[in-house]
């Protein structure tokens, strides 16, 4: 049994029948301040049901939130449970596209709030051969092109406190004519056309 505890805002009562469900969260308005999608705990809870066990959810507005899995396991025995990775480490590209990978040469920002994204996408983008600077959030992505020059620009849309559309808005204020693609989780119709109308010179999906 393992249990996640947090000290946050609590969840109301009536919210939780549907807490599990996809693109669900208990209030739209917190995307802004706290980030997410509404898809982590529907596919925890998917994952746990697939492996023979559970996820439940204990809360208590103002005190905080404790979602409990549990999973029916047994010790192996002869393997190691715990290792190093050394940090991250791309798998060597092996399918018949690696010689068509495209190499580049320029400076890209990458601008995505979650840090695991953010590692990923650096990588990719030097092993390519481009020179990649990063940001956490739209503020500091303001700030990083005020400073410095960079040839593209990849920005995550769902960010807290400013998202890529204001961070792009922010940007061509400041008269950055920076190319600059929207880089999302969310796949829905009509996102790429929303993210062309707003500026972006493209749109990819993570």
């Known amino acids: 049994e393992f249990c ?44 746990a049901r697939l492996l023979g066990g559970s996820l439940a959810v204990e809360t208590e507005l103002g005190q905080g939130t404790a979602f409990t899995f549990t999973l ?18 791309l798998a060597e590209e092996k399918s018949p596209k690696a010689a068509e990978r495209i190499e580049l040469r320029g400076k890209i920002l990458v601008v995505e709030d979650t ?30 092109c005020s400073e410095h020059e960079f ?27 920076t190319p600059a693609v929207a880089l999302t989780a969310h796949a829905m119709k009509g996102d790429r056309e929303r993210c062309l109308e707003a500026g972006f010179a493209d749109y990819l999906s993570k």
């Open 151 to 177: 040839d593209l620009i990849l920005m995550d849309i769902h960010m807290p406190n400013m998202d890529g559309f204001e961070t792009l808005a922010a940007l061509r204020e400041r008269d950055v004519k």
């Open 4 to 47: 996640v505890r947090d000290t946050g805002i609590g969840i109301p009562k009536d919210k939780l029948e549907s807490l599990f469900e996809p693109f669900t969260q208990v209030d739209p308005s917190f995307t802004r301040k706290y980030g997410g999608t509404g898809l982590g705990l529907s596919i925890s809870y998917r994952l």
């Open 115 to 144: 840090p695991e994204s953010r590692q990923l996408v650096r990588a990719f983008l030097q092993e390519s051969g481009a020179s990649v600077g990063v940001a956490s959030s739209g503020e500091e992505a303001v700030q990083l």
């Open 72 to 89: 029916p396991c047994k010790t192996p025995d002869g393997i190691k449970m715990i290792c190093d990775s050394g940090g991250l480490e």
